[in-house]
């Protein structure tokens, strides 16, 4: 047993002092100033109960000549103590049962549901709707290991269905669409808890879209949402900037799974093929194909990748806050100091790759750059992704990880204005720009999986060739940018 815990394990503030130890003459006195006070107090009480029960009628005793004077009394103890046959209490002592949202009754069910809310911990949650505290015992033994506890939100939804009896036969906790949870009793009278298996409806989308103030403007107004030009950023990196080269009149076209549940829509799942039609850089086409033994990625009508043996964007973002220059005004410290890579403004949480195939030398803490990863590659490159809010599990020096292998999540650890990705990336020891020096071509797919991707790519590119473009015609507006850099981290 540790030096500050109890004999039951609990932590305490300091270390109990030794039985030997005498106590001192100060303490002695303390001690007997507070037995003082509490008699005191104690004393008290008694005095007040004793009072109050000689001011209180005496109830009369049944068949008493004053017994029919009594209209309606009852004998104190009546509807305060339950007989001793009637077995446990229906809750806990002291819950405050808390309403249900919705009740459904069928002949010989009844389903209520009630909101996870300001619970303190999955128990209480359970017995403020009604249940015994060995009901909520007996969910928490059968859904241990299925749910997590610890992540229970007050918008939760908690349903509770009982029998004709008022027996709990099911209970069903609801974390999200997806996130569905179920406990219901056997024949035995026993729980299983298991999490439910929600059917994911899938259908293909085929937009298109003219580009006038925005490339998120157009995806939306073709009915899809705006983090799609995510997928636009990375499928084109290197060979149109976003940022700076979209002009209203530009128009695309796009193949996009969408998964919804009941009609709910879900999330965006694969992208087969994509094609913007740029007033810069002419028509960019992409298709989506999954080599035998290899993840899958974006070819071109050669079928060489889209993506070289190099990321030049490591994410998806939001937009550039600062570039690669050797003469930056620093924000923080407001003097000139070089920007040793490019500043990827993101939400926090935002998923991180692996910009190409390499050993981790780094992952840890330093200095301004907070959580930081280095990746050693050939060539003499080396990468670097600062201010991460955590890295992924398990990641480690000496490490081999592959292009596109999550290795954190964006942050603004160190000295940073904003949640962002710095991104440096270093060649036999010097700094040097990834937007100009990650820009190599992909690698073709192997001869013999070409006849099967042309046969592929062939029935995508005529979905695309189907896809209507309006013809919109508007100035311009280009879209403020939200602000999220560091201070020119790895100096």
């Not at 008699?39 to 005496?58: K, T």
């Not at 506890?149 to 009896?165: L, Q, V």
């Not at 992208?271 to 899958?296: C, H, I, K, M, N």
């Not at 896809?467 to 939200?482: C, D, F, L, Q, S």
Request: hydrophobic letters at 40%; proline letters at 7%.
């Amino acid at each position: 047993m540790a030096g500050d815990d109890t004999p039951g394990g609990l932590p305490t503030h300091r270390p109990l002092p030794s039985i030997n130890i005498p106590i001192l003459r100060d303490d002695v006195a303390r001690s007997r100033k507070g037995r003082l006070v509490w008699g005191a107090v104690f004393g008290g009480l008694v005095a007040m109960i004793l009072l109050v029960a000689l001011l209180l009628p005496s109830a009369p005793a049944p068949g008493s000549e004053d017994a029919g004077d009594a209209v309606g009394a009852v004998p104190l103890s009546v509807g305060l103590v339950p007989p001793v046959d009637a077995g446990p209490a229906p809750v806990d002592a002291a819950i405050v049962i808390v309403a249900p949202v919705t009740v459904e009754t069928t002949p010989d069910r009844v389903r209520t549901v009630h909101q996870f809310g300001q619970a303190h911990g999955f128990r209480p949650a359970l017995t403020s709707t009604g249940l015994s505290g060995a009901d909520a015992d007996a969910l928490i033994s059968a859904l241990e290991g299925v749910m997590d506890f610890r992540r229970c939100r007050p918008d939760d939804e908690m349903a509770i269905e009982r029998d004709a009896s008022g027996a709990m036969v099911r209970f069903e906790y609801r974390a999200s669409i997806t996130q569905i949870y179920e406990a219901t009793r056997g024949e035995d009278g026993t729980l299983t808890g298991r999490q439910v298996e929600v059917p994911v409806d899938t259908r293909r989308l085929a937009r298109g879209g003219t580009v006038t103030t925005s490339l998120g403007a157009a995806l939306e107004a073709a009915g899809l949402g705006r983090t799609m030009v995510g997928t636009f950023v990375d499928v084109f990196d290197g060979r149109i900037d976003f940022n700076t080269e979209t002009r209203s009149g530009d128009a695309f076209r796009l193949l996009v799974d969408e998964e919804s549940i009941d009609g709910t829509f879900l999330r965006y799942g694969t992208v087969w093929a994509v094609e913007y039609r740029s007033q810069r850089r002419g028509v960019l086409t992409a298709f989506y194909f999954e080599p035998r033994d290899a993840a899958g990625d974006f070819y071109d009508e050669t079928g060489r990748g889209v993506h070289g043996g190099w990321l030049r964007t490591p994410l998806h973002y939001d937009h550039i806050s600062s570039p690669f220059d050797m003469h930056r005004m620093h924000p923080v410290l407001h003097r000139v100091m070089p920007h040793n890579g490019i500043d990827f403004a993101a939400g926090v949480g935002t998923t991180v790759w692996a910009a190409a195939d390499g050993e981790v030398i780094f992952a840890g803490v330093r200095g301004p750059n907070g959580n930081l990863i280095g990746i050693r590659h050939e060539d003499g490159f080396e990468s670097y992704y600062a201010h991460l809010s955590r890295f992924t599990a398990g990641l480690h020096v000496g490490q081999t990880v592959h292009q596109r292998d999550v290795i954190g999540y964006v942050g603004s650890t160190g000295r940073s204005t904003g949640p962002h990705l710095h991104f440096g990336l270093k060649r036999r020891g010097a700094f040097v720009d990834p937007a100009s020096e990650l820009n190599g071509p992909g690698r073709m797919l192997p001869s013999g999986q070409l006849g099967r991707f042309r046969t592929e790519m062939a029935g995508l590119r005529r979905a695309l060739a189907e896809i209507a473009i309006p013809e919109v015609h508007a100035a311009r507006t280009p879209e403020p940018a939200p602000a999220g850099s560091d201070d020119g981290a790895m100096d």
